[in-house]
């Protein structure tokens, strides 16, 4: 979407000669809607909100009255019982008083400790407790982060709680629900979505790219990237089967910013080389299932607790009626996330899916299940490790030599962006090239939480 966006607004001025190099069938990268027997799944659960008017506008203008409001709903489902997410002081009653009280009096310490010493927040563990404290921490939070991580919270950056939970806590959920102000809308109760699923977003930039002269070449495989002094001078690809090369004035790069430096000729040197390898990306899993049956809950997705278990399941559905064919069927994702050298085949993800979801879990009977298939995206997840910030700088300081070059979205920019900031980071790169001066690294860097929106 980011490359789409940076696209999109280059081939506004008919001087720019505009191409896409797109390795996939279709345009979108993670924001596409896959269509399998006419049930539509998505790379995740996948919403459109911001907080940025020209954003919103456009995705508005785009889209016209094919976009809808929804309610949200997200819940936590842990020893048999639902949670909201996040959860509310009343949820933990339901864990027993005496668990209720722990998670209390856990949290009043760490609040004390902290009127007496401002903490030390370096990892992820010492971003929930602080924000959480121990017990509900331990209880919530830790399981997730690590299956999604695939390390221990305490060797993660505390970035990644700052962006995507800061200002959620204890003290704010019994604040709003004594005095019954709500000055914060956490998680964004509503959010915009297609009829037909996200992907419409990125098919119509495409669209408009096309109209107005662009080019989007499609399962066009990058493979070197050529470089001459401070300049990239052309593109080596595969274009379904013959390997082709295009030159250019600018180049955008969506990659991953380490696989986008790996391609380099002649080679970087070897110190940025080895630095590569140190910043990491997580992949992801889809376990997509059709199910006889209308729906097995009302959430638009699931967090799941455990050990081997997948990290959301996920019910386009309740996205929008559109993505299901037949109103008495429904739809689900199990969403995994792995590293890259992890060698499990889709039949194995499927099998330990469906004996989850039937047995482990018991949302559905086994003979309600209809068909099955699996989705993955490589280096979908930026890893956000105790050694990022290092690598990071190091790799972004080398390719600020290229001065006909920019790298834009959440792999390019290794950050976690949501999908507004990575239509930003487009725009901002094509104006770049028109002559406007904007920092992209400052997108989504504002220390503040990505899912707050406040109703003023």
């Known amino acids: 979407m980011a490359g789409l966006s940076a696209a999109f607004e280059l081939s ?35 919403r459109f909100f911001t907080k940025n008017t020209f954003i ?12 809808r409001i929804v309610n949200r709903q997200t819940r936590i489902f842990f020893e048999g019982k639902f949670f909201n997410y996040p959860p509310t002081f009343s949820d933990t009653i339901k864990l027993g008083y005496g ?18 010493r401002k903490p030390k927040i370096r990892t992820l563990k010492d971003a929930y407790i602080d924000q959480f404290g121990k017990s509900l921490y331990q209880l919530f939070f830790e399981d997730f982060s690590e299956k999604l991580w695939g390390l221990p919270t305490s060797q993660i950056s505390a970035d990644w709680a700052i962006q995507r939970t800061k200002k ?53 495989d990058v493979l070197e990237i050529n470089i001459n002094g401070k300049k990239i001078e052309s593109v080596e690809f595969k274009l379904k089967g013959e390997r082709k090369t295009i030159k250019g004035d600018f180049f955008i790069s969506s990659l991953p910013i380490n696989l986008f430096i790996k391609m380099l000729l ?27 049956q209308r729906n097995f809950s009302q959430d638009h997705w699931l967090y799941t607790q455990g050990k081997g278990i997948c990290n959301r399941i996920i019910q386009p559905k309740n996205f929008s009626k559109g993505l299901v064919p037949d109103k008495r069927k429904t739809s689900l994702s ?18 330990k899916t469906i004996k989850t979801i039937t047995e482990t879990l018991g949302f559905i009977k086994k003979e309600k299940i209809l068909d099955a298939f699996v989705l993955r995206a490589h280096q979908t997840y930026p890893l956000y490790d105790l050694g990022y910030k290092k690598n990071l700088t190091l790799l972004k300081k080398y390719l600020a030599g290229f001065n006909n070059l920019q790298t834009i979205g959440r792999a390019g920019l290794f950050r976690y962006n949501n999908m507004d900031h990575s239509i930003l980071s487009g725009i901002y790169a094509a104006r770049n090239i028109e002559g406007a001066d904007y920092d992209l690294d400052k997108i989504n860097l504002d220390q503040e939480y990505l899912e707050e929106k406040r109703e003023k």
Request: aromatic share 10%; glycine share 4%; hydrophobic share 40%.
């Open 168 to 220: 959620m806590s204890i003290t704010k959920i019994l604040k709003e629900m004594i005095f019954k102000k709500r000055e914060v809308v956490s998680l964004v109760d509503k959010f915009y979505f297609p009829k037909k699923g996200i992907g419409r977003i990125s098919e119509r930039l495409a669209e408009e790219i096309i109209k107005k002269g662009g080019e989007i070449l499609t399962q066009a």
């Open 266 to 292: 002649p080679a970087p040197p070897p110190k940025i080389l080895s630095t590569t390898e140190r910043l990491r990306f997580r992949d992801l899993v889809l376990v997509n299932l059709i199910i006889n």
């Open 334 to 351: 199990a969403e995994y996330t792995i590293w890259e050298n992890e060698k499990i085949s889709d039949k194995e993800f499927i099998v």
């Open 99 to 116: 668990q209720a009280a722990k998670i209390f009096l856990d949290y009043l310490w760490v609040r004390i400790k902290s009127l007496l």
């Open 12 to 46: 506004k001025n008919p001087q720019n000669n505009v191409v896409v190099l797109e390795k996939e069938k279709e345009a979108g990268g993670l924001a596409r809607t896959i269509n399998y027997k006419n049930f539509f799944f998505e790379f995740g659960p996948h």
């Open 56 to 67: 919103e506008n456009l995705v508005k203008d785009l889209l016209g009255d094919e976009l």
